[in-house]
T-cell receptor
Framework: AQSVTQPDIHITVSEGASLELRCNYS??????LFWYVQSPGQGLQLLLK??????LVQGIKGFEAEFKRSQSSFNLRKPSVHWSDAAEYFC?????????????FGKGTNLSVKP | DTEVTQTPKHLVMGMTNKKSLKCEQH?????MYWYKQKAKKPPELMFV???????INESVPSRFSPECPNSSLLNLHLHALQPEDSALYLC??????????????FGPGTRLTVL
């Protein structure tokens, strides 16, 4: 069965430090992969996506993610975190299930940023 | 215009009330989605409309009734809700049909409280 795992429920980093949020997936074919960010009480904003091609993808707000097929991972990174990056981050796989219209979300990682 | 709008932003209703949530997009997207999100959880898919036809109903109770009057508009009619239905209701849209490779654009959500 398809699954998306975000192993870290909560992460705290200092402002200016680097960040890596982990995401592992289980999917039978080449997945469509997404990272979304959600600020408290807000909707989800797409940070970046991977469909095919270059395995290092650049997104908005200085985020990037690397697709590693051998490790079934799609980890999100940022070299220097800003206080405004504190939010909930969701990794998602698109196209799962018979309908192919669904997004399968991980449980999310809550990011706190220390001053 | 690259946004999905949702009204109202907040809604408080009693268990005997009838109310509606509204979602609108003007990006020419042909798939629209309703999600329910409880605190500290990922969004759960409720309904998907593709080309104005209901394509997915994720076994949602009949007290939730979706409607897609046209390609830009999506409503969620609420009747006889229970307190456990209190949540953030998110609308999303994506271009094309149900292909999972299309990124979904999310609205800011309606915060629903059922008393």
């Amino acid at each position: 069965a398809q699954s998306v795992t975000q192993p870290d429920i909560h992460i705290t980093v200092s402002e200016g430090a680097s960040l890596e949020l982990r995401c592992n997936y289980s999917y039978g074919a080449t997945p469509y992969l997404f990272w979304y960010v959600q600020s408290p009480g807000q909707g989800l904003q797409l940070l970046l996506k991977y469909f095919s091609g270059d395995t290092l993808v650049q997104g908005i707000k200085g985020f990037e993610a690397e697709f590693k097929r051998s490790q079934s991972s799609f980890n999100l990174r940022k070299p220097s975190v800003h206080w405004s990056d504190a939010a909930e981050y969701f990794c998602a796989v698109g196209g799962y299930g018979g309908s192919q219209g669904n997004l399968l979300f991980g449980k999310g990682t809550n990011l706190s940023v220390k001053p | 215009d690259t946004e999905v709008t949702q009204t109202p932003k907040h809604l408080v209703m009693g268990m005997t009330n009838k109310k509606s949530l509204k979602c609108e997009q003007h990006m020419g997207h042909r798939a629209m989605y309703w999600y329910k999100q409880k605190a500290k959880k990922p969004p759960e898919l409720m309904f998907v409309y593709s080309y104005e036809k209901l394509s997915i109903n994720e076994s949602v109770p009949s007290r939730f009734s979706p409607e897609c009057p046209n390609s830009s508009l999506l409503n969620l009619h609420l009747h006889a809700l229970q307190p456990e239905d209190s949540a953030l209701y998110l609308c999303a849209s994506s271009q094309g049909g149900l292909a999972g490779r299309y990124e979904q654009f999310f609205g800011p959500g309606t915060r629903l409280t059922v008393l």
